[in-house]
């Protein structure tokens, strides 16, 4: 599993925290995160790692056949459904995937083989398939592990005969996919505007996600309280607020509605309390900016876009985005250095 130094959580992805279904469920597999830049192109997939030991009782439990089903559809994970974003096209299992964000389903079947299903719907519960939404289903090779793993994971790596494979590893089976970047022409390729304006953006999500994943989860609800910080926004309100704001321009950039309740206030969303679904909030944003950010040209950078509050143009959404973020990035690291945090970013070796 390959760690990238900069931290990049771009998975298009929709906010699955304000589901009422995600608010009445409890977590017990731990969220991750996983990058691999293959032949100039960065992917990501964000999941949850369910363990082979059930977490409240110790049980070993079977996985496959068992716990995932033959014959149905699993959601690749738990929790929230697994997502996959791509910054290039991509060709796997003969299809050719466009650039985006992806949800990841798996079937797999009693004879050994599986189906990976790729498909466009985002932003729900893992349990939610609809099959109407599927981009595409391709074969999964299976293989016999060596030694057995208790957690599931996945992983992105780069193939010594060319390209990248996608593989799912979990109890005594991995299953894998291989897949190759397809060359970008003049109509595929990002634009030197959106090159410069996700570069930026990328440069925000390795300050700001680090410090969000920094700050403890005690002090989410810390907001100072002498002077003139009275009354202002706890770190966590903060967080949520930037989010959704990332969420509203980025969508106007799109020309489309949010894909998030941003009806809730400038608080954001009430019903997200755990630094764990604050942080994947934030993350989550990062990931449908960055599909925002790859499709200005600077042709349609004119064009006028509507957000909530109102006109302007494309590119000035864009540039929202970034000076919004910051202005309150700069006010958490005032946060977490009340805390006794130190940035990620202002760390040495950093």
């Known amino acids: 599993m390959k760690k990238l130094p900069l931290t990049l959580i771009t998975v298009a992805a929709i906010l699955l925290g304000t589901l009422p279904s995600i608010a009445q469920q409890k977590r017990l597999s731990p ?3 996983t990058q691999g830049m293959v032949d100039g192109d960065f992917i990501s997939v964000v999941y949850s790692r369910p363990y082979t030991k059930n977490p409240q009782t110790g049980e070993v439990r079977k996985i496959w056949g068992g716990l995932v089903p033959y014959g149905r559809v699993w959601r690749t994970g738990a929790n929230e459904a697994t997502l996959f974003f791509t910054q290039k096209p991509i060709l796997m299992g003969g299809t050719t995937i466009p650039a985006g964000g992806y949800t990841l389903y798996t079937l797999p079947a009693e004879d050994g083989t599986a189906k990976l299903i790729i498909n466009k719907h985002l932003g729900q519960w ?38 990248g494979i996608l593989k799912l590893m979990w109890e005594n089976t991995e299953y894998s ?114 599909r925002a950010m790859a499709t200005l040209t600077e042709a349609n950078s004119r064009e006028e876009a509507t957000a909530s509050w109102g006109k302007q143009s494309r590119l000035f959404m864009a540039d929202l985005i970034l000076w919004h973020s910051y202005d309150h990035y700069g006010q958490t690291v005032v946060y977490a250095r009340m805390n006794g945090i130190i940035p990620p970013s202002s760390r040495p070796g950093k």
Request: net charge negative.
């Open 177 to 290: 996919v291989a897949f190759t970047v397809e060359k970008t022409g003049a109509a595929t390729a990002l634009s030197p505007m959106a090159r410069t304006m996700d570069f930026e953006l990328q440069i925000l999500e390795h300050d700001l996600v680090p410090l969000a994943e920094a700050m403890p989860a005690a002090q989410y609800d810390f907001a100072p309280t002498n002077g003139e910080f009275k009354g202002v926004r706890t770190f966590g309100q903060q967080v949520k607020h930037l989010a959704g704001g990332i969420y509203g321009s980025a969508a106007a950039v799109l020309g489309e509605k949010p894909p998030v309740d941003l009806s809730q206030g400038e608080n954001g969303p009430a019903n997200l309390k755990t630094k764990e679904e604050i942080v994947k909030y934030l993350k989550d944003a990062f990931a449908y900016a960055h």
């Open 31 to 33: 969220h991750e995160s």
């Open 126 to 163: 893992g349990t939610e398939y609809d099959e109407k939404e599927d981009f595409a289903r391709v074969d999964l090779k299976r293989q016999a592990l060596e030694k057995p793993v208790d957690q599931f994971t996945m992983a992105i790596e780069v193939s010594p005969s060319g390209g």
